[in-house]
């Protein structure tokens, strides 16, 4: 496990600090995979998220993508607000014994609600050529609660969070006129707070309890080509980041008491290709197409118990088409529309916690610059997600079985601001 005693004292403040602004909801995109990270870019479902060129987000798909920036320091921070609806109707509880099922106990739950989210990201020009980057972001994380906590599923689920806090500095470089390329570091600190179920149907109203948590280094990488003015086209790569989770797992499945547990969970890599094309002086097309290997995941065990974290989930993708209009020379306007398929296809690999499945973005957004020195960001998003079917076994894979459908849909609102500060004049 990864540990630098000071670094992860400082890391773990900054994420108490940052997890204070954050409301509990359950994860808006593929997996437990937040995907807003971008005022700008929610404004077009993420098209063009990766070719950079008009917003410093952009380095979090893709950190060549800074090498726009002229001199000075330039600073871009984010908030969404996400607000969930997330339902889950359960039809059967079976391996139980008769008289305990939908009757006995509450079977439609909403696991839904609120959550904040910010990104902040800042670059500096070194010289001519170089510029370094740093972004924050929180990528993973899962707030989830039954509005019932007596449900006929709390065997399986009472309440789940898992928070993150990346860290991501990076240096682009332009190679030739028109072509940079990106590398960066990061460093993540995993959280799983809580994962929570209760201990039995009947007798005394007592949880188990699994918690731990890490810091993990990874990389980023992109390539960003300019072949003429009005063209830009991008590819960037985020690098899976093994965690050794080590925590406790406490309540009456291990005697009442507390043991301490370990878990190896690798979150997954990421490859975004996105473009930017001018139509004419006033109008831009943007594009992207997105995998991510949610495959890395797998089945994690939970040392020494011999509990198990069941994923055995599919690769994601995102498909997304927007574009953006210069209404004047103080106002852009932008909409955009993905396609995302979920990793979860199947009703097995469906987890109460991640009601998961394919869904589809619907956005739109713009840009008010107030100064040359200021500009104001803003996004909105409708997520539908498809209907789908659960059907769940314990960790262990044993009964019982919970069965269940669900429905779930979000709207993302987005705010941000882009500020240069100035500095040194530019080189000739």
């Given at each position: ?76 921070s984010s908030y969404s607000l996400l607000n969930v609806k997330s339902q889950v109707n359960a039809t ?261 916690q991640i009601p998961d499945a394919d869904r589809v973005w619907l956005s739109i957004g713009g840009t ?61």
């Open positions: 496990m990864y540990r630098v005693d000071g670094f992860s004292a400082v890391l773990r403040a900054t994420a108490t600090a940052t997890a204070i602004f954050c409301a509990s909801g359950p994860a808006m995109a593929g997996g437990f995979e937040v995907r807003e990270q971008s005022a700008y870019f929610q404004g077009t479902s993420f098209a063009g998220a990766a070719a950079g060129g008009n917003n410093l987000s952009s380095i979090f798909w893709n950190p060549a993508a800074s090498a726009y920036v002229g001199y000075g320091l330039v600073t871009d059967e509880l079976s391996g139980v014994p008769p008289g305990v099922n939908c009757g006995t106990f509450d079977c439609s739950v909403d696991i839904g609600g609120a959550a904040l989210v910010p990104a902040s990201y800042a670059a500096y020009r070194l010289d001519s050529r170089t510029v370094f980057a740093l972004a924050m972001n929180s990528q993973y994380g899962t707030s989830t609660k039954p509005d019932n906590r007596e449900w006929i599923g709390q065997l399986h689920a009472r309440s789940a969070k898992l928070f993150s806090l990346n860290v991501n500095p990076s240096l682009s470089y332009e190679v030739a006129p028109g072509l940079s390329v990106g590398v960066g570091a990061q460093v993540q600190f995993l959280d799983l707070t809580h994962l929570r179920s209760a201990s039995s149907l009947v007798g005394p109203d007592v949880s188990n309890t699994i918690s731990g948590d890490d810091i993990g280094v990874g990389f980023t990488a992109g390539i960003n080509w300019r072949p003429n003015p009005g063209t830009s086209v991008g590819l960037g790569y985020r690098s899976s980041i093994k965690h050794d989770l080590d925590g406790s797992l406490e309540g009456p499945v291990v005697g009442g008491g507390s043991v301490p547990i370990s878990a190896n969970v690798t979150t997954p890599d990421k490859v975004t290709l996105s473009f930017s094309q001018e139509l004419n002086p006033a109008f831009r097309l943007l594009g992207t197409v997105e995998w991510t290997r949610w495959s890395a995941l797998g089945v994690v065990p939970i040392y020494p118990v011999g509990l198990r974290l069941d994923f055995q989930w599919h690769d994601g993708w995102l498909f997304a088409l927007g574009g953006e209009w210069n209404v004047s020379p103080k106002l852009a306007l932008r909409a955009g529309a993905a396609y995302e398929i979920s990793p979860v296809q199947n009703a097995t690999e469906r987890l109460v008010y610059q107030f100064s040359e020195t200021m500009a104001f960001n803003f996004g909105y998003s409708h997520v539908f997600v498809e209907d789908a079917s659960l059907q769940r076994n314990l960790t262990t894979g044993t009964p019982p079985t919970l069965f269940a459908d669900t429905s779930s849909s979000v709207d993302v609102f987005s705010v941000g601001l882009t500020m240069k500060w100035g500095g040194p004049p530019e080189m000739k």
